[in-house]
């Protein structure tokens, strides 16, 4: 059993690099991460919350364009394999089980540039 819980990629311009580029999206319940594929600019997100809530709920306005994406996961909640809601902003990243609600509410914590980890 592997302890990943989300991992998916979104393709947009990167808020530093400005090039379209696929952002990739890793999540597991103690980090999420957020990495630009084409100039490694990474943002860590630490988990605040765990709990039941309605969607939106834990929703802020960022500084830029939210990403909403789903994801299909399994629930640490209700345990069933469904789809999740992904929002994810520059200040948050939540993770909402569509099934039962159950919500995972990270806040960013650190952004750097990962130069080293993007030698092909
Ligand atoms: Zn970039
Ligand atoms: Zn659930």
């Known amino acids: 059993m592997s302890d990943r819980f989300i991992f998916t990629k979104y393709r947009t311009d990167c808020y530093h690099c400005k090039q379209i580029a696929d952002q990739t999206i890793k999540a597991v319940p103690y980090q999420a991460q957020v990495a ?17 809530a309605k969607s939106g709920s834990y929703t802020k306005i960022g500084c830029y364009d ?10 640490r909640h209700c345990h069933v394999t469904g789809p999740h809601a992904l929002t994810i902003g520059c200040r948050h ?20 540039i990962a130069k080293d980890e993007l030698k092909n």
């Open 36 to 52: 630009c594929d084409n100039c490694g600019a990474t943002r860590i997100y630490v988990p605040r919350v765990q709990d039941v």
């Open 66 to 75: 939210l990403w909403e994406l789903v994801e299909t996961a399994q629930c």
């Open 93 to 112: 990243f939540t993770i909402r089980c569509n099934n039962c609600g159950f919500t995972h509410f990270y806040k960013s914590d650190i952004e750097y």
